[in-house]
Structure formats: structure tokens, C-alpha cells
């Protein structure tokens, strides 16, 4: 195997008792920090390149939320590595009995293309945090960021115990042959499985973070203009390729004849007359991808937007009517800059429609009412729930975040 002397010389790093100390993890945490600063503007270009990012965008994401997470971190370590003692009985009382945080060894990190910085730094905080050493996979859609984490980032970190491997499907394949003691994988589900299934032969733990249908509920007593803003950004924000995102509304035929209106003044207002010009739109990270989300626009009915361009992989802010429940836009994650709006007839019915299908990764929940968002919250089951906002949840280092099942 071709990456079998690569892990085993980081296993030996680790077995060596290198990235223990506290001194040794903040070291590396400080180090990322300033890959980051120095590294900020290659960042922004590279990730423009890649799917046209805009720059704000790629400030706050890749960036902003990333230094958030090493600021907990940082100042959280020595107290997260403590010892955490427990009660004992009465024949142990003279005993000493405690539970100690050990480091997993050799952890795998492959990273998507939506987020490239973020959700290789994300994990990998966590990793070093923890006292692991780490092998990133960086993804090769995205090939200017997989260029500047393959040659920069290497610079700044300890290279016995750390290693970035750029892989295609075929190496990637092989690398999972290996035998990791952790697996981070984000992505989506049908290579999920595939990562699972190559986990499963050396019974090796996993965490997938894999996306899905996040529904958004908007009842009838609501601010129309302030819902639409912010289903809108939360929508539209990186041109929909998020994998918390709100993916279709549900709402009254009454609140989608106020809502359309709305959201027309918010993507306006957002992106100008036309979101082709603007310069806070992004576009679709590869042809692949663009070819599939404008076959979902043959769903339903085009309310707003609709209009596409192949060779800059450009889809407008688009938002959908009129589709059936059996279209195949509201069978697969969009992870689009497309918006469908599906008419229940109230409440009690979108919760029946959102518990019908697969978990997912947020449920989202508008109302002026806080009965209507805690009821469905208490109703539905999801990895996430926000209400009377969307995406701000992820902003908080506090909430823990995670999926069921297949997101």
C-alpha cells in the first residue's frame, strides 16, 4: 500500500508520546493560527478561484469561524485535559478513581470541496486538541485550496506527526485500506458508505457529517420581510452549496403568496437585478454539479430566478412552486441555489411532512408565536434546530454539532 510506511511513521510518532504534553498541542493550535493570518489573502484567492467565493464569505467561513474554534480551544485545553474525578464507594474510599481523556493515535480527516478551509481546520483542531497525530486528505475538487493546504500548510505544523495527502478517488480508496484509529469525513452519503464500510474492516470509530433536507417551517404569524431575508442568505449563502442550508419551505398557500414577493426584494436587494454581476454570488464548484442541480430546475415551477449559464457554472438565486413530494428535487439534497416552497395546510401537517422523511441535519422554525417554534421543536427529531434564524447556529463554539443516521 502506498501510504502504509506514511502511516506507520506517524503512528510511531504518536506511540513515542510526542503530542501529549499540553506545551506540544499549543504549539500546533498557535501554529494554525498563524497559518491562517499569513496565509489569509491566499486563502480568499483560492478559494475565488475554486467556486467564485465571495471574499466576505470566505472571511467569515473559512476564516472567521475557524480562529473562533482555536480561541475556544486555546483557552479551554488545560481545563478539557484534566483529570475528571468520580465518586467511589465505600470499599474504595481510600482509592483514587477518575476518567482521563486519552488521544485516539493516527486520525484520518478527509475534507470537502464546499468549505475547504473550514472543515479541514475544523476537525483538525479538534484532533490536535486531543493529542492525536493527523493525516488530511484535502478534496481535489477544489484545486487551488488543495494546492495551498499541500504546500503551506506542512510549513507550519510538525511533520513527524502531522501529513496532508492529495488523493483522488482511486488513492483515496487505497488510503482507507489503512488502519486508522479515527475517521472524520465529510461529505456525502454514497461516500459515506463507502468510508464506513473501509472503517468497519479494522472496526474503526467514525464520525460522518453528511448533509441532507433541512426543512423550514414559516406559520402564518410571522415578519414575511424579515423570514425572507433570512431564508434567503441562509439559502443562497456560498450559491446553496451548504450542507446546513435551508433545503425547501413549508408553509400555508396564504403565507407563499406573501412570501414569494419578499423573497424576490431580499435576493434583489442581496444581489442586485442580476445575481450574475454581483460580486457576493458565488457559482457551482464543478460542471458535474452544475449539470445536476439545473436538471432539478425541471421540478415544479420557476417562481423566480431560473436562469443558468454552463460555462461559468452560474445558477441564479432560484425559487421553485408547485412541486409534488415524489419530484426529484425533494428526494436528494439540492446543495444548490435553488429554493423550493411546498404548500401544507398547516402546522400539524409540515410537522407529518418533515417526520415522514429521513432525519435531518436542522429543522428550521418561523414564527412571531414561540409556541408554534417550541412545538416544532419538541415534535421533530433533527441534528440541529434554529429558530426565527438560519446557519447562525453553527456560529457558536458552545453548541456541539452532528447529524442522525444519514446526515
Known sequence: ???????????????????????????????????????????????????????????????????????ETLNNLSHWMKDQHVDRNLVTRLDSAFIRKDPYGVVLVIVPWNYPIHLLLGPLI??????????????????????????????????????????????????????????????????????????????????LEL???????????????????????????????????????????????KLLPALREAITEFYGPNPRESPDFGRIVGDKQFRRIRALLCSGRVAIGGQTDEKERYIAPTVLVDMEPSDPIMQEEIFGPVLPIVVVANMDEAIDFINSRERPLVVYAFSSNDKVVNHVLERTSSGGFCGN??????????????????C
Not at 486563502?43 to 480561541?71: Q, R, Y
Not at 484545486?143 to 510549513?155: F, I, M, Q
Not at 452519503?189 to 474492516?201: L, P
Open 1 to 71: 500500500n502506498p501510504y502504509a510506511g506514511l502511516v506507520s511513521r506517524l503512528r510511531a510518532a504518536w506511540l513515542s508520546g510526542k503530542t501529549r504534553p499540553v506545551e506540544y498541542r499549543v504549539a500546533q493550535l498557535e501554529a494554525l493560527g498563524r497559518f491562517l493570518d499569513e496565509k489569509k489573502q491566499d486563502i480568499l484567492e483560492a478559494t475565488a478561484l475554486d467556486m467564485g467565493k465571495p471574499s466576505f464569505e470566505a472571511d467569515f467561513t473559512e476564516i472567521l469561524l475557524c480562529k473562533n474554534e482555536l480561541n
Open 126 to 207: 479538534g484532533a490536535i486538541a486531543a493529542g492525536n497525530c493527523v493525516i488530511i486528505k484535502p478534496s481535489e475538487m477544489t484545486k487551488n485550496t488543495e494546492r495551498l493546504v499541500a504546500e503551506g500548510l506542512p510549513s507550519y505544523l510538525d511533520n513527524d506527526c502531522f501529513a496532508v495527502v492529495t488523493a483522488g478517488v482511486q488513492e483515496t480508496t487505497r488510503l482507507l485500506e489503512n488502519k486508522f484509529d479515527y475517521i472524520f469525513f465529510t461529505g456525502n452519503s454514497s461516500v459515506g458508505r463507502i468510508v464506513m464500510t473501509a472503517a468497519a474492516k479494522h472496526l474503526t470509530p467514525v464520525t
Open 211 to 257: 448533509g441532507g433536507k433541512n426543512p423550514c417551517y414559516v406559520s402564518d404569524t410571522c415578519d414575511v420581510q424579515n423570514v425572507a431575508r433570512r431564508v434567503a442568505w441562509g439559502r443562497f449563502f456560498n450559491a446553496g452549496q451548504t450542507c446546513i442550508a435551508p433545503d425547501y419551505v413549508l408553509c400555508s398557500a396564504e403565507m407563499r403568496e
Open 389 to 406: 434564524d438560519t446557519l447562525m447556529h453553527v456560529t457558536l463554539t458552545s453548541l456541539p454539532f452532528g447529524g442522525i443516521g444519514r
